[in-house]
Structure formats: C-alpha cells, structure tokens
C-alpha cells in the first residue's frame, strides 16, 4: 500500500465534498485551491438558471477525467472628491526599504457610498447602499506588477503558496497543448479550470511559461498570505474593502464603474481587461487582451487609478461577511474573524453574461491560502 497515494486519495476525498458544499452556500464564481487543494469557484464558471432574485454560480460538482458619466459625486471633507485637485496629485512619498520611490496616490478623508441598493449577487452581500467615514489614505496607483513582486522576492528570499503546493489554477484557454495534456482532472462543472503543476507567479501557465515579456503585468498566482507578506515589506498594508471601494468610485456616487454606468467610457473606448465574445470558448479580445495587460493600460480614474476593475481580482483585507446595515460606520475594517477574505474588481476572465463582477459593488471572495491565474493585488498605508 503507498501510503502517500493515500493521503492525496483522502485529500481529493475532501475537495469533492468541498465543493458540493461550495454549491449550495456560495455564489462566487472563482475557483481555486487551499492548503490542502480544495477548489472553490472561479469567476470562469458557468451560470446556472436564475430568478429574479438570485443568480447562482455553477462551479459545484466533483472532479472528472478528461481528454456616462454625470455629476453625482461623495464628499471629501468640505468639498466633493472630483474637485480636490491637490489631494488627487500622486505622492511619491511611499518608499521600499531600499529607499526606491513606489507610485501612490493619495485618497483624501470624507465619506464615501459603498454597496448598492440594485444588487445583482444579492448572495454576495452586495447591498444595502451605504455610507463610510474614511480618513485620507494612499494607495499604490497600479497593480503590483511582476517586476516588483520580483525585487520582493530578490530581497527576501520569499516563497510564494502555489510554489509550496506545487500547482495552481489556470484558464485552459492560455495554457499550452503540451502542458494540457499532461492534466487528466478538471472541475466537473468548470472544465476550463485545470489545476496546473509548475504554475506559480513565475510561470503562470505551468512550467512551459515565463514573465520575460509580462514584467510589467500584474503579478498573479499570489494568495491573501504572499500579498500580505509583500505589502507588510513595503512598510505597508491591504487595502479595506471599503477603502478599495471608495477608491474604485473614483469621486463618483451610485455608479456601476469607475467612470460612469457604461462598460464604454463616454468616449466609447475600453478601459478595462475583461472578457468579450462567448464564454468559455472565444474571447474576441475586443480590449487588446486575452490574459492580463499591463498595469498602467487604460485611463485612470479621478483619483489616479488604474485597472480598478478588470485585468486581476484584488486583495483586500477584510474577512468576508454578507450581512450589512445602511448605517454610518466609520473607518470599518471588517469582522475580526472568519474563513476567507474579500477580493475586489473581477478579472480579465469577467463577463456580464455569467459573472458580473468588474462593477465597484461587486464582491466575492476566497481562502487566505488560494492562489489562481487571475488574481493580484495593490497596497494601502495610512498618511499619518
């Protein structure tokens, strides 16, 4: 008997049960893996039938073999967000340890709308509409790209979970044949999510893959712990949820994205890395992009921002929770507990059709360990 086989039988075991469960208490569609390779959802799955009420992601079942913008605006302090120009003006204050200048912007204090009272992912606690007090803070202008993840990684000699695990996720319509046919398990009701050995933030389509071309991409294949770790070395922190909300609004109040209510800006041009065409099997890469862009494509918006949503799912730091009033809160940081964390913005793999999650709203969520192709994050400090 192998005892070894064993353990990964009894490990494989867990996952199927995980994800039976998954289905019937989650509608987060981004699949994933843990520390001990369970799979959550993954913003590829597909969408079950819905009511008006409730849109439930498909991403439950065992593994199988195969073969206008307008003027509404928050206050920030005495005068409204768009209109504080100094406070939008990056700062290049924030320093790594080695004294190099990180872009930053500051996020001036007031209070921001956070949530919607038009949820589509009512199960996602995206709702009700609310307000927060905020105090100024900076956060990075983009998204931690490969190339700074690598100077992290250089100095401190870092390894990343999905480097510890071996594998992890990835969208089989950027993986090589080679690599494919190397795989003979996939999630039954996602089959285009296939557990990749080798895929780390080095390789982020499996061995046969590298970053040489995509240094200034986002860094993915990092989990809550590794962007916490990079954050923590940079003398900084994760982004709160509402933080990052009132970041992604850009100034602007009751808006589905960061400019407006349209996917298009007013100009009709694309600011967003997301999926266009058929899901799972053609994406027209409308945007320029079938992967990941670079950090710095598209326009920021009011406050300095880039890639707010699409492009990677983003970390941020607060444990997940579903149950919200409309109160005031001030400052909130989330429960003090729980068993996973909320990532923001949706990703490059985000469609309206099945998992419309690339609005500011939008939420979901994943285990502090998870690790997949297409998420990422950016760092927060408070000023003072």
């Known amino acids: 008997m192998n005892f070894q086989n064993n353990i990964i039988d009894i490990k494989f075991l867990i996952t199927i049960l ?6 019937e208490t989650t509608n987060d569609c981004s699949c994933s893996k843990n520390r001990d390779k369970k799979i959550k959802n993954n913003d590829f799955c597909t969408t079950a039938k819905a009511n008006e009420n409730k849109n439930i992601q498909g991403c439950s079942g065992d ?18 967000c768009s209109n504080l120009e100094s406070e939008k003006n990056f700062d290049n204050n924030i320093l790594l340890k080695n004294n190099e200048k990180i872009d930053t912007v500051k996020i001036p204090k007031g209070i921001y709308s956070m949530g919607t009272d038009k949820p589509i992912f009512i199960g996602d606690g995206e709702g009700p509409k609310r307000s927060v007090k905020l105090n100024s803070f900076y956060i990075d202008k983009y998204e931690v790209s490969n190339e700074m993840f690598k100077k992290f990684i250089d100095k401190t000699g870092y390894i990343t979970e999905a480097e510890k695990f ?22 039954a009701q996602a089959p285009w999510w296939l557990p990749v050995d080798g895929a780390d933030w080095q390789h982020p389509e499996g061995i046969d893959s590298n970053i040489k071309e995509r240094m200034n991409h986002p ?15 940079r003398n900084m922190r994760l982004p709160t949820e509402a933080e990052w909300e009132a970041t992604c609004r850009g100034g602007l109040s009751d808006k589905l994205f960061p400019w407006g209510d349209k996917i298009l800006t007013p100009e009709k041009k694309h600011n967003a890395n997301i999926w266009h065409g058929k899901f799972p099997t053609n994406n027209t890469a409308r945007d320029g992009y079938k992967g990941t862009s670079p950090v710095d494509k598209f326009l920021p918006n009011n406050f300095g921002v880039y890639n707010i949503i699409g492009n990677v799912w983003e970390w941020t730091s607060d444990w997940w929770e579903t ?7 001030i400052n909130p940081m989330g429960p003090s507990s729980g068993s996973d964390k909320v990532k923001k913005g949706g990703s490059y ?28 994050f950016r760092c927060a400090k408070d000023t003072v």
Not at 219 to 228: K, T
Not at 364 to 371: G, L, M, Y
């Open 323 to 329: 149950k919200h009033t409309d109160e005031l809160k």
């Open 219 to 233: 860094v993915v294949h990092v989990s809550w712990n590794d962007a916490n770790a990079y954050c923590n070395w």
């Open 349 to 376: 793999l985000c469609h309206k059709s099945y998992c419309y999650r690339y609005r500011c709203a939008a939420r979901s969520q994943n285990t502090p360990d998870t690790s997949s192709g297409n998420v990422g």
């Open 63 to 80: 593994l199988k073999s195969i073969k206008n913008n307008d003027n509404s605006i928050d206050k920030c302090g005495d005068e409204t």
């Open 18 to 23: 995980f994800l039976i469960n998954l289905s």
């Open 166 to 187: 071996g594998n992890s996720f990835v969208f089989d319509g950027l993986i090589s044949d080679e690599t494919k046919s190397k795989i003979d398990q996939a999630v």
